[in-house]
């Protein structure tokens, strides 16, 4: 619900609820004080109230039948007089403005005022003497002698003044009380609904303004509040990705300019001092000529290829070059990498087989040219690295329940203990004697870019003189 509608909705329930709540309290109040007092006090003062204006208004009726000459007897005085004193009321008898009998001693400006409300208020039942409320009844006969008589009947009502009073007072400031107290509570609720959680908004606000994003906003509160910490956690995060974007960026800038000062100098100063051979007449035959100027022309390739690997490798770092994925058949696939391969393989007198021990066709998503360079890599690196005469590299597919295994292995001289944690990291050569031969040092960096943007593993198990075991595992399809 809207917060303007809530509040609306709250604040109404807390006046009916504490309306409903006063009758109740007013109804128990009262039922509590018949029982303790034995008598049910507005009842009981209603039945008396009617009777007494029936008894009055039968009496005015007797008065008029029998007519006011004979009224003026004492017998139907005396009469008159029982008949009033039964209700506990008083009469009075007029002829034209003297009073001729009375069961009361009013005094004169009473009797004039009542004469005066009675005659001009006809519609009123009741009348105020002296503080006392009355009910009255009136006649007016014309007598013989042409005397305008006038009867007044009055009964006072007898109200229970004290417990109407309390009773009124107890309702007033009970209301008062749980309409405060309710109040209370609805706001409390708000509070605990919306201002706090729009204050520890503000902290989180604060926090991110001043440049810490670790801080995680809570879903809380109500309605738009909670919307508003939903969309200020979204808005963190974004910052947050966006901040170590940045951080990525400038770790590669550095990074590509490091690599470039340290690992692209020494290939291009040993290119510097073949070329000064030549110039300065160190190469002084053909063949010493010959020598410098292919081993100048290979460095040159090296480093035309550390270049790419190096731009390859910062663009696969920032993701800045998107994946074409294929679903693709694993051993078909690396059947073609051995095909590729064949040639290569025969030049170096290096035995290479493909070995599945999938039974039925498995498919990956992949990147395909993007996982030859893997692949190419780690068969590069298997040759590269034998040195021994009966060379062989076996690639093995395997699978599991969710993954496809591909594992490369070949028989060549290993990688020592203390290097291979370091051989994925870029730029790491285990046998820093080879560092001037091909190879950028960025084969086995680029490999795991390319396989974890598959959302794969690769990781070795080596041990010198026995071999390396590369590994990858690729979610099936
Ligand atoms: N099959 C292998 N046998 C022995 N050593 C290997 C093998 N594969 C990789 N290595 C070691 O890991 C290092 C990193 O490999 P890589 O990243 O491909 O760089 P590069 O091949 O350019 O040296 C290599 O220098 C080598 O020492
Ligand atoms: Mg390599």
Avoid at 22 to 36: E, S
Wanted: charged fraction near 30%; glycine fraction near 6%; aromatic fraction near 8%.
């Amino acid at each position: 619900m809207h917060l303007t509608k809530r509040y609306f909705v709250m604040n109404a329930l807390t006046v009916l609820a504490s309306i409903v709540l006063t009758v109740l309290a007013v109804m128990l109040v009262v039922a509590g004080y018949t029982k303790i007092f034995g008598r049910e006090t507005s009842i009981e003062e209603m039945r008396r109230t009617l009777e007494v204006r029936a008894g009055i208004g039968e009496i005015k009726h007797w008065a008029l039948g029998i007519g006011f000459e004979r009224l003026m007897n004492a017998q139907e005085q005396r009469e008159l007089e029982g008949r009033v004193k039964s209700l506990g009321a008083d009469a009075l008898l007029l002829l034209g403005r003297k009073v001729v009998f009375s069961t009361a001693s009013l005094p004169a400006i009473d009797i004039e005022k009542s004469l005066m409300l009675s005659d001009y208020a006809s519609d009123l039942d009741t009348l105020e003497l002296s503080g006392q409320t009355y009910m009255f009844a009136r006649a007016d006969q014309r007598l013989m002698t042409g005397e305008e008589g006038v009867l007044l009947l009055l009964a006072p009502i007898r109200l229970d003044t004290d417990f109407s009073l309390f009773l009124g007072l107890f309702a007033i400031s009970f209301f008062i009380v749980t309409f405060l107290a309710m109040n209370l509570w609805v706001s409390y609720r708000f509070s605990r609904g919306i201002i706090l959680p729009v204050s520890r908004l503000k902290d989180a606000a604060v926090k991110i303004s001043e440049g810490d994003l670790s801080w995680g906003i809570a879903e809380e509160g109500e309605g738009e509040v909670r919307e508003l910490s939903r969309t200020l956690e979204l808005m963190r995060i974004k910052l947050k990705e966006s901040v170590h974007l940045q951080q990525k960026y400038d770790e590669n800038r550095k990074f590509l300019i490091s690599s470039i000062s340290h690992d692209l100098k020494t290939p291009v100063t040993s290119i510097k001092g073949y070329i000064e051979g030549i110039i300065d007449g160190v190469a002084n035959t053909p063949e010493k000529m010959a020598d410098y100027l292919q081993t100048a022309r290979s460095k040159a390739m090296l480093v035309n290829a550390m270049i790419d690997d190096l731009l390859l490798y910062s663009k696969l770092d920032l993701n800045q070059i998107p994946y074409h994925f294929e679903q693709t058949d694993v051993q078909r696939y690396f059947e073609d990498c051995v095909a590729d391969n064949r040639y290569e393989y025969d030049k170096a007198g290096i035995r290479l087989e493909l070995i599945s021990e999938l039974e039925k066709p498995v498919f990956v998503l992949i990147d395909r040219e993007r996982m030859k360079r893997v692949v190419q890599n780690i068969l590069d690196n298997a040759k590269k690295y034998m040195e021994r005469e009966d060379g062989s590299v076996e690639i093995r597919l395997r699978e599991t329940r969710t993954s496809v295994i591909i594992e490369i292995r070949d028989n060549g001289k290993g990688i020592p203990e203390q290097d291979l944690p370091h051989i994925f990291d870029r730029f790491y050569r285990a046998d820093p004697s080879r560092t001037n031969a091909d190879g950028s040092g960025l084969g086995l960096a680029i490999a795991k870019q390319i396989v974890e943007g598959h959302e794969g593993e690769i990781w070795v198990r080596s041990a010198p003189g026995e071999g390396t075991r590369m590994m990858i595992s690729l979610k099936k399809r």
